[in-house]
């Protein structure tokens, strides 16, 4: 199991709330509760990690899609994984699905008062509030401008969304004509939040993998199990209305390999998104297939910890069964037992504080080693895009709804 470090983080909150400290973890529990409030709702979310190397004089229009609506809305912009400060010299958000944005909607962002920002290394930067309603179920195209950007990149790679870039400053142009380039991943940008209509609402992290970070579902139609979530709770009885999908292709729990594990990314990708109420824990199939040696007693371990350190943060912790992946080239039965073990245990635990049960959801009846053939995307292991709503459906808004 891999350690933790920058847990000795130092945290600045204005208007400007600047969290610096190593590049592998923002300590939430020291962000002050009143940079939380003024945060609002984390409205959509996504893990950083290192996707490239930043270039200077380019602009990106960032698509995005909103869980729950409000005002007040602000974004976040880091430069968790930079070797230097990013400076962002313009940057706006307007209402679109594509490149054009609706005629009006762009609105200039500003930081602490200005429109200029630079994010210290290892740091995220939320901006100030936006004027006016933006509403649930919204594509956002948020527009950045790097005028002198060089050295690593921090975003998301795997988007499963068409965004656009292209060179000079266009990010005050509502029209598509010069953005002629298209990117699949989010550039340094990792959250949205707005502030709801009803105090109460809260929102839910979901802490996963691949299969969280919606690998096989259709591109650009947010067929993500987490957004297929969204959907059903913004008509659902419950006061969590938002959520963030921090899942991460090839991430484990325990080890750092596709970016830093759950255990590593925990306190900046989840604990300091502002309104979270309950984690959903889905992840740890990685850790099983790799054939590092984790067993399932590691692998229980490893989910325990981030259960007590959630519940030390004061939010909810459900946890998901890991699915099968007979199939997939790193299957075979030793593989196969760990996750059995791993699912017997989670069923039998009592140290979270509700279970969805994922593997009965995902598995055939006539081979439950294997994905059920009509949620199969191909390669036995990522469901399709009726396997990711079979997921969402499988979870209970009142275990969401949990309050400590």
């Known amino acids: 199991m891999t350690g933790r470090t920058g847990r000795g983080c130092r945290i600045a909150a204005a208007l400007l709330t600047t969290v610096a400290c190593q590049p592998k973890a923002v300590g939430a529990d020291a962000l002050p509760a009143s940079a939380e409030r003024a945060s609002g709702v984390v409205t959509w979310a996504a893990s950083a990690d290192h996707i490239g190397e930043g270039i200077a004089g380019r602009s990106y229009r960032l698509i995005v899609h909103t869980s729950v609506g409000g005002t007040g809305l602000r974004v976040r912009v880091t430069n968790a994984f930079g070797d230097r400060p990013l400076t962002l010299d313009s ?7 594509r490149a054009a944005l609706r005629p009006g909607s762009n609105r200039r962002l500003t930081f602490g008062g200005a429109r200029t920002l ?3 290394v290892g740091a995220v930067a939320w901006s100030d509030p936006l004027p006016g309603t933006w509403p649930a179920g919204t594509d956002l195209a948020v527009s950045l401008h790097t005028p002198d950007a060089a050295g690593p990149a921090s975003g998301h790679l795997l988007a499963m969304q068409t965004s656009y ?16 380039w298209t990117t699949g991943s989010w550039w340094y940008l990792d959250a949205v939040s707005v502030r709801p209509s009803r105090a109460a609402t809260g929102a839910v992290v979901a802490l996963g993998d691949s299969l969280t970070d919606g690998r096989r579902s259709t591109p650009d139609l947010n067929r993500r199990w987490p957004d297929y979530l969204a959907r059903r709770l913004h008509t659902a009885r419950t006061e969590v209305k938002g959520v963030a999908d921090e899942g991460v292709s090839g991430n484990q729990v325990l080890a750092d390999d596709a970016g830093p594990s759950a255990l590593e990314r925990l306190d900046r990708d989840v604990l300091s998104q502002p309104g979270v109420r309950t984690v959903f824990l889905f992840e740890g199939v990685n850790d099983v297939k790799a054939h590092t040696g984790v067993t399932a007693a590691d692998l229980i371990a490893g989910y325990q910890e981030i259960a007590q350190r959630v519940h030390s943060a004061g939010k909810c912790v459900v946890v998901a069964t890991v699915g099968p992946f007979k199939g997939w080239p790193e299957w075979d039965p030793a593989a196969e037992s760990v996750r059995q073990e791993v699912n017997r245990l989670l069923r039998g635990s009592r140290g979270f504080d509700a279970l969805t049960d994922f593997d009965r959801v995902l598995r055939s009846p006539q081979d439950p080693e294997r994905i059920l053939p009509s949620f199969d995307s191909g390669d036995h292991l990522h469901p399709d895009d009726r396997g990711m709503r079979a997921l969402a459906d499988a979870v209970d808004p009142d275990h969401l709804n949990c309050a400590r």
């Open 91 to 97: 940057g706006y958000v307007g209402r679109s699905g």
């Open 118 to 120: 630079t994010v210290p």
């Open 165 to 180: 870039t292209g060179p000079g400053d266009h990010t005050a142009e509502e029209s598509a004509r010069n953005w002629d």
